[in-house]
């Protein structure tokens, strides 16, 4: 039971590149969630999906589009890297609504240069 | 609008001793849950503790408890008996129901540094 894995842990853009971050689950939880953590910030909510097929914005969505084609992967895009997606990203996925705990990714460490 | 206020940007507390993590929060809610997460310096984020709106007794999770006050809207970690391994940041959550699946709203951090 590996938990939520995220591929790739670290990557370099440079500005104008797309890449796609995936975060898989084994868990069968229905809620995935893309984070980014800034230095000297919490984590800030990108966008989730409360199922498969669904997907919803969250605080800072713009730059970046998710797919949540199967119930067990939720992917993120970015279509062209800007030197402020600088950052780490973590994804997240929990079991049910009035969420308990959600369980979190190693992370991914993305620069943009 | 949801907020979550940590004022401590880093503690120190010598091994063994204990330390009170501060957190408070902002929500017209009524139903909501807190969360602290610990994050070492590896990177992960761990889950230490849960609180729910509606719970009567402040939440124990071994060495964790958290001191609940609702009406000053507080949601501190106490850590007992620190150990060295405790050192890392320490983030307060709260889940704030949006559309139907509640998201997390993070505090900035505390960085804790236990030392012998």
């Known amino acids: 039971n590996a938990g939520v894995t995220q591929t790739p842990k670290f990557r370099v853009l440079k500005t104008g590149q797309s890449m796609t971050l995936l975060c898989a689950q084994d868990?069968?939880?229905?809620?995935m969630y893309w984070y980014r953590q800034d230095p000297g910030m919490g984590l800030r909510l990108i966008h989730y999906?409360?199922?498969?097929?669904?997907?919803a914005k969250g605080e800072v969505p713009d730059g970046y589009n998710v797919s949540r084609l199967k119930k067990q992967n939720f992917l993120l895009g970015l279509e062209s890297a800007a030197p402020s997606q600088t950052s780490v990203y973590f994804c997240?996925?929990?079991?049910?609504?009035?969420?308990?705990?959600?369980?979190f990714g190693p992370g991914t460490r993305l620069t943009v240069t | 609008a949801q907020k979550i206020t940590q004022t401590q940007p880093g503690m120190f507390v010598q091994e063994k001793e204990a330390v009170t993590l501060d957190c408070t929060y902002d929500?017209?809610?009524?139903?909501?849950?807190l969360f602290w997460y610990k994050q070492p310096s590896s990177g992960e984020m761990i889950f230490l503790i849960y609180?729910?709106?509606?719970?009567?007794q402040n939440a124990t999770e071994g060495r964790y408890s958290l001191n609940f006050q609702k009406a000053r809207k507080s949601a501190n970690l106490v850590i007992s008996a620190s150990q060295l391994g405790d050192s890392a940041m320490y983030f307060c959550?709260?889940?704030?129901?949006?559309?139907?699946?509640?998201?997390?709203?993070f505090g900035t951090g505390t960085r804790l540094q236990v030392f012998p």
């Open positions: 997240a996925s929990s079991s049910w609504t009035g969420a308990y705990e959600q369980y």
């Open positions: 868990m069968n939880h229905e809620y």
């Open positions: 999906s409360v199922g498969e097929g669904t997907t």
């Open positions: 929500t017209s809610d009524p139903s909501y849950g």
């Open positions: 609180q729910g709106s509606y719970d009567q």
């Open positions: 959550a709260m889940s704030a129901l949006t559309g139907n699946t509640d998201k997390l709203i």
